[in-house]
């Protein structure tokens, strides 16, 4: 899936606050999600998220945080990408913990399978940028 989304100056801007929001969260070990969750509202129309798993929910969030990276890269505000990747790693480490929590040794290979082929499919799609 080839993506050209490129935010809009003021998109941008509210972007980067929720991001900073949550970086300031995660440093002092607070939750963030209503920061991520704003962050997705702002980039995903409601009705994409209804009813979703939470391996649903996060891998649209991933996504949306990798767009604010690339529209940071165009931007070449590569303070603002260090921060962005910070989020990305903690987001990797959250969703590998909720596999941990899955019941079935399988559903935790899936899931884990899952987030490599999300991981990929990313790095796929920038190089072709």
Partial sequence: MKTTNTLKELSYSIAI???????????TNKDYS???????A??????CLADLY???YWQISYH???TVL???EQREEYE????IQFIIVHEE???????????DEQDQQDAIDELEYTQLAIKLDRQTR
């Fill in 34 to 40: 209503e920061q991520l969750h704003s962050l997705v």
């Fill in 70 to 72: 690339c529209n940071a």
């Fill in 17 to 27: 606050g929720y991001i900073l929001d949550m970086q300031r969260q995660v440093i």
């Fill in 93 to 103: 480490e959250l969703y590998k913990e909720w596999c941990l929590t899955l019941p």
């Fill in 64 to 66: 949306c945080l990798h």
């Fill in 54 to 56: 939470f391996n649903e």
């Fill in 42 to 47: 702002l980039l995903v129309k409601p009705e």
């Fill in 80 to 83: 603002m990408c260090s921060v």
